[in-house]
Each structure stands twice: as structure tokens, then as C-alpha cells.
């Protein structure tokens, strides 16, 4: 079935640093991909979306481009602020299709 | 502007009894969502409403009740709980179909002993 494979965590990293959250998908149409984040305590919010191959989606720094020739959409960053410590979730859906399949969630810590 | 609005956020069942969790969104939106939330396996669609009026099972349906008791409210009953059902549950809300942006409540925390 339908589905997405994300790195799993959790992610420390310094201030700064450079970050890549790996997601990788299966799907047997051609799929909307969406990264979202949940802060604690809080539910989850869109960060950014891409609708068709080599669309690159960005949204506060953060990017992820959709390849088809590899089934990714993996998520970047520059250079990360605390204030990114989330839990970060790949997800996908079809067009047909009302039900969105969320990967595991990866947790980034972002250290001072 | 409220969003998508939960409750209660925490519950502690005893197996076998029943409870509905609540959901109203204020954004007109058309679909509602009902997903839990388990570790290490990310969110699963337990039933969806497309438009007042419908609903749909998603992947985890059993055990489950929904009412889309209009436009605004989405509720999930558990008839009787089992510890398998302790989780986080979210709601969600979207203008149209799940492509479109979801909007999350911020979850309901239940364990069910």
C-alpha cells in the first residue's frame, strides 16, 4: 500500500548546524507529499508541500523537493535554530484518495 | 480565531467504558478528520467526514464511532474501551480534500486501564 518511510530519530544537533531529515515513499499513482511539524504540546502544523515531480516545496527556511526518480522528499535545512526542536512528519496522499499516510515522525533536539 | 477545538485533553478510562471525544472547527471548513497517534508509528486515519452529513472509515476504524453532528462538530465515541486504544487523538479539519492543508487540534491525551 500507499505509504512513507522517514529516518528515524531522535536528531540532536548545535545551533546552526545543517539538517536532513531522509523520506522516502511508496506509492502506485502519483502522490501530493507534505512535511509537517508539531511543536509540544501542540498538534500538527503544514510546513510545506510539493504536488508533482521536482516541485520544491519551502517554508521558513526549510525546503524538500520532490523526486520521483528516487521516491523522495527529504527535508533541509540550513542552519537550524532552537527553536526548531519539533517532531517532524512526511506524509503523502493521493488525488483520489482522502486518507493522508503520515511517516513515524523524526524528533530533532537543537542544542545552544 | 480558535481553529480546531478539542476536548477534554487528557481522559483515563477503565476498559470496557464508553466515552466521545468532541471536535469543532471554526473555519467552515467541509472534511473532518479523526487520527490517533501511537509511537513509532506516526498518525493513522480512523474515520473521515467529506461533508455534513457523511462519514467514511479510514484505516483503523474498529472500535470506533463517529457523528458529524453538523458543519462545525465531528465526534468519536469509544463504545468500550480497551487498553489498545490508549493513544493521542487528533482532529483535523481541511476547506476541501485531504490535499488540501489539514488543520490539527491539539489532541486529546487517552489512556484506558
Known amino acids: 500500500g500507499d505509504s512513507v518511510t522517514q529516518m528515524e530519530g531522535p536528531v540532536t544537533l548545535s545551533e546552526e548546524a545543517f539538517l536532513t531529515i531522509n523520506c522516502t515513499y511508496t506509492?502506485?499513482?502519483?502522490?501530493?507529499l507534505f512535511w509537517y511539524v508539531q511543536y509540544p504540546g501542540e498538534g500538527l502544523q503544514l510546513l510545506l508541500k510539493?504536488?508533482?515531480?521536482?516541485d520544491k516545496g519551502s517554508n521558513k527556511g526549510f525546503e524538500a523537493t520532490y523526486r520521483k526518480e528516487t521516491t523522495s522528499f527529504h527535508l533541509e535545512k540550513g542552519s537550524v535554530q532552537v527553536s526548531d526542536s519539533a517532531v517532524y512528519f512526511c506524509?503523502?496522499?493521493?488525488?483520489?484518495?482522502?486518507?493522508?499516510?503520515f511517516g513515524a515522525g523524526t524528533r530533532l533536539t537543537v542544542k545552544p | 480565531n480558535a481553529g480546531v477545538t478539542q476536548t477534554p485533553k487528557f481522559q483515563v478510562l477503565k476498559t470496557g467504558q464508553s466515552m466521545t471525544l468532541q471536535c469543532a472547527q471554526d473555519?467552515?471548513?467541509?472534511?473532518m478528520y479523526w487520527y490517533r497517534q501511537d509511537p513509532g508509528m506516526g498518525l493513522r486515519l480512523i474515520y473521515y467526514?467529506?461533508?455534513?452529513?457523511?462519514?467514511d472509515k479510514g484505516e483503523v476504524p474498529n472500535g470506533y464511532n463517529v457523528s458529524r453532528l453538523n458543519k462545525r462538530e465531528f465526534s468519536l465515541r469509544l463504545e468500550s474501551a480497551a487498553p489498545s486504544q490508549t493513544s493521542v487523538y487528533f482532529c483535523?479539519?481541511?476547506?476541501?480534500?485531504?490535499?488540501?492543508?489539514?488543520?490539527f487540534g491539539s489532541g486529546t491525551q487517552l489512556s484506558v486501564l
Open positions: 483535523a479539519s481541511s476547506n476541501g480534500r485531504v490535499q488540501e492543508k489539514l488543520f
Open positions: 506509492a502506485t499513482g502519483y502522490p501530493s
Open positions: 510539493a504536488t508533482k515531480a521536482d
Open positions: 506524509a503523502l496522499t493521493l488525488y483520489n484518495n482522502n486518507d493522508m499516510r
Open positions: 473555519m467552515n471548513h467541509n472534511s
Open positions: 467526514s467529506a461533508s455534513e452529513g457523511t462519514t
